[in-house]
């Protein structure tokens, strides 16, 4: 066996030892995750959306993606949807200070900076 074919295989054990650890769910939300941020990021409101939701399906109890929701729900025009990721982000994780503060200012309790 080639050198170039042992890191090859290495690298398929690799990845298969990660989903059995993480579980495939995991590593696709994971990925959708940084797919919508990053089209949050760029102003993408619709594809944030989309991603976001797909990674919201694979890692139901991640309070930052229902945070990240959240936010693409807002960029959307899409506010009560938005006040309902914010108030299960909060739900999941009540430490998560970013979804809290988000969710106080969709409920007009808080300014936005």
Sequence with gaps: MAIGSLRGVRRVLAAGGCALLLGCGAIA??????????ALERGDAEHAVRALEAAAER?????????????????????????????????????????????DVVRGDSREP
């Design 59 to 103: 890692a139901p109890e991640a309070s930052e993606v229902q945070n990240h929701l959240g936010l693409a729900y807002l960029a959307s025009g899409r506010r009560a949807d938005a006040l309902r990721a914010f108030e299960r982000a909060v739900a999941i994780d009540c430490d998560n200070a970013a979804a809290r503060h988000n969710l």
């Design 29 to 38: 939300g994971a990925r959708l995750y940084r797919e919508g941020t990053d």
